[in-house]
């Protein structure tokens, strides 16, 4: 059977290589003993996405991203993903310029969110996600509602992020503190969470939250597998 090609247009190693891992392994469930769709990944240095961020230049990130689209359709993609929840600020300006169609994280977290009747969520990533546009964009038209953490948490999420995560640090501290957050926003009438950077499921699995948990890397990337052998079954 034909199966698609899949690009991962990678913004930082930890939640690109969890999407790759994940097409790889979930894959022989729909391709067969050892099989999982072709997958071609192309990163740009983090801190060329960073520099762009920090400077509220979302269409310089965008400008990165098609750059990478088109390096990854010329190696035979057929389908992109960006396992990076912020940079999809950055992905809605250029999403209609690609010459491969891409899937949305935020979309698919919606879709599960909405299949499992949740209500409310709670939104967990950078600073840059929490406070911007990403999924109260595709959660409204779904009519579910969202809350955010206080500042102070989201500012110390930002730094357990940037200064642990993205290097692989996975500290019980800091598990702790994401536990306690999500109990926080439980007790405002969240009936769920979304762990929204492609990280944070590697620092706590969905068991280990209080509130039921929408892990958005995995999410993707079963999503990217789901289409990729959509047209092949």
Known sequence: MRVKHIGIAAVSAEGAALCYRTICVEGAALCGTYGHPQITMHPYPLAE???????????????LLLSSAKKLVDAGAELLVCPDNTMHQALDLIRGQSLAPWLHIAEEVAAVAAKRR????GILGTRYLMEGPVYPTKLTPRSIAF?????????????????????????????????????KLGARGCDAVVLGCTEIPLLIAETESPLPAIDSTRTLARAALREATRSAA
């Open 49 to 63: 996405y960073v520099r762009h961020i920090e400077a509220n230049r979302w269409d310089e990130a965008g400008c």
């Open 147 to 183: 809350e955010i953490p206080d500042l102070a948490d989201r500012e110390r999420i930002n730094t357990i992020i940037f200064n642990e995560l993205i290097y692989g640090r996975f500290r019980d501290e800091s598990r702790s503190y994401l536990q306690s957050t999500i109990q």
């Open 118 to 121: 949740f209500r409310r969520l």
